[in-house]
């Protein structure tokens, strides 16, 4: 009875994540990440450019923008999301942005306290690293310390993909302190690692699927685009440039690798759409992702009071 209880949990927790798949129709949330991915874009190429000039204080200032912008953005559309997979009301997107300027600092606090607790468990492990130089007790000291050190490594990688990176964002999203997400990812650890990491290899295998299917689409289509721009256009755009485009590549780039560029308008006009092109395919693996690490997080959350009942 335990096992086929536990076996329906973990049925219930995978269908959870695997429903992440409908995380594009969040149109509030496709809005919100759309939006702050091009205008970070833009800021970033701005940064390219200003930096091409030697302009450096502008430069830096156009890049940390645009990293400001794309982070508030994750947020915004992480908050948006994790509504969905509650099954709540969506909220508006100003009230999700709104509500991202409170919440972004939380997670930057939350990484910060963590990775900070990890840097000196680091600190610790290459310190004791460095005495096995000495003379007497080096040797012996070093074959004690080389497990030691390949499991603490190890167990802070895995911790990185499958538990902070993935779940410090929903913790925040659904109300947490960051005292209480640092908690709950040292609970986690103890408790279900290899559950939390089965479900986020799940995850990561429905965005590989998306993003494949996506690139499917994006070069296929851009294939066909390049060669009926010349048959119905008459223009003779180079598929490099059309499909550099597709994947946010510039003419700067193009011309700097000596690749074919044509100059007509209808070709610059091209290269710009195909950046829209890219935006969205960057946005859809992305939003896909983020419903996923909610979905991930919701259920190892509801995981301990099941088995409280059980």
């Known amino acids: 009875m335990m096992s086929s209880m536990s076996q329906t949990l973990s ?21 919100a990440l759309l939006s702050a991915f091009c205008l970070a ?42 509504d969905q997979a509650r099954g709540r ?39 004791l690293l460095y005495s096995a130089r000495l ?9 004690l310390l080389v497990p030691v050190s390949v499991t603490a490594l190890g167990v802070m990688a895995f911790s990185g993909v499958m538990l902070i990176g ?7 999203w659904s109300g947490k302190s960051p005292l209480q997400t640092a908690r709950m990812l040292a609970h986690q650890l103890r408790r279900g690692p290899l559950e939390a990491g089965a479900l986020m290899m799940a995850v990561f295998l429905v965005t590989a699927l998306v993003s494949a299917a996506v690139s499917f689409v994006v070069i296929s289509g851009g294939r ?3 060669l009926l721009m010349v048959w119905l256009i008459g223009i003779d755009v180079p598929a ?61 959350q509801d995981a301990p009071s099941d088995d409280a009942a059980l």
């Open 11 to 31: 049925l219930h927790a995978l269908n959870r994540v695997l429903s992440s798949i409908d995380a594009p129709r969040n149109g509030r949330a496709l809005y």
């Open 41 to 82: 874009g833009l800021m970033l190429a701005s940064a390219e450019s200003a930096l091409a000039k030697a302009d450096t204080t502008l430069g830096v200032i156009w890049a940390v923008g645009g990293l400001i912008t794309a982070f508030l953005g994750v947020n915004t559309t992480g908050l948006l999301l994790m």
């Open 89 to 127: 009301e969506v909220r508006e997107v100003a009230d999700a942005f709104h509500d991202a300027l409170r919440t972004a600092p939380k997670v930057l606090l939350t990484l910060l306290l963590v990775l900070g607790t990890l840097g000196l468990v680091a600190a610790g492990l290459i310190g």
């Open 135 to 143: 003379p007497s007790v080096g040797p012996a000291l070093f074959a």
């Open 166 to 172: 993935p779940l410090t964002g929903p913790s925040i």
């Open 224 to 226: 066909v685009l390049a």
């Open 240 to 300: 490099q440039q059309l499909m550099a485009g597709l994947f946010g590549y510039g003419l700067r780039t193009l011309g700097a690798n000596g690749a074919p560029v044509a100059t007509h308008p209808l070709a610059v006009a091209a290269q710009t759409g195909g950046g829209v092109v890219f935006a969205v395919a960057l946005v859809l693996p992305t939003l896909v992702y983020l419903r996923g690490c909610c979905a991930v997080y919701l259920a190892l």
